[in-house]
Structure formats: structure tokens, C-alpha cells
């Protein structure tokens, strides 16, 4: 129950716009059990908060690690986001086309727009 309270803790401070306190909330969730049942959301959700704060290098680590637990489409759609971001344009269009196949609609408007 702890982890999943500082995972709660850490979508709260992301809410208010903290997204170092998140991160580092996220981290305490990860370190006390690495394999909790929300881990793959622990991981994507700190990686939307390395996103948005502007490290698209270390939020696509966290977006691998959620994905080697549990592929998703939302996260393959975000890593592909943050992939657009550092400039990995074959990249993003790998997870786009991958989170269209798994029934993202975003995903389908990312292709249209930046991959030819």
C-alpha cells in the first residue's frame, strides 16, 4: 500500500504542476516495491512528468520500462510524443503506427500529421 500512496502522492503534485516533487514521488513509489501491480503506471506516469517538464530523454526510459511490463497504446503514443520531441521522427512513427494497431485514435492524427 505504500508504493501505491506515493504513486497517489506524486499524480497529485503533477496535477498542481510540481513535476519534480512528482518525480521524485514516483521514484519512492518505484524503490520501495519494483513490483507492485501499478508499477507499469508508476513508470508511465513519471515519464509524463519528465515529458512535460522537458526531459524527453529520461521520460522515454520510463516509457521502455512501462512498456516491457505492459504494452499500451497510450503509453507507445507518448513515448512516440516524446520521441517527436529529441528530434526521432522514424521513431515516433514506430510507436505511433504500434498504438494505432493496438485502437489509438490520437495516434492515427500524430501519423497523418508527421509521418509520410
Known amino acids: 500500500a505504500a508504493a501505491e500512496a506515493y504513486c497517489i502522492q506524486g499524480r497529485a503534485e503533477q496535477a498542481v504542476g510540481?513535476?519534480?516533487?512528482?518525480?521524485?514521488e514516483y521514484g519512492?513509489?518505484?524503490?520501495?516495491?519494483?513490483?507492485h501491480s501499478a508499477i507499469n503506471l508508476?513508470?508511465?506516469y513519471r515519464g509524463?512528468?519528465?515529458s512535460e517538464s522537458g526531459n524527453d530523454a529520461?521520460?522515454?526510459?520510463?516509457?521502455?520500462?512501462?512498456?516491457?511490463?505492459?504494452?499500451d497504446a497510450i503509453v507507445y503514443?507518448?513515448?512516440?510524443i516524446s520521441k517527436m520531441?529529441?528530434?526521432?521522427?522514424?521513431?515516433?512513427?514506430?510507436d505511433w503506427n504500434k498504438a494505432k494497431g493496438m485502437g489509438n485514435q490520437q495516434a492515427d492524427e500524430m501519423i497523418r500529421k508527421y509521418c509520410k
Open 18 to 24: 510540481d513535476f519534480r516533487s512528482a518525480i521524485r
Open 42 to 44: 508508476t513508470y508511465y
Open 28 to 35: 519512492k513509489a518505484i524503490d520501495i516495491n519494483p513490483h
Open 85 to 94: 520531441n529529441i528530434v526521432d521522427r522514424k521513431g515516433a512513427c514506430l
Open 58 to 71: 529520461a521520460a522515454i526510459l520510463d516509457y521502455n520500462k512501462s512498456i516491457e511490463i505492459t504494452p
Open 48 to 50: 509524463n512528468a519528465k
Open 77 to 80: 503514443l507518448k513515448r512516440g
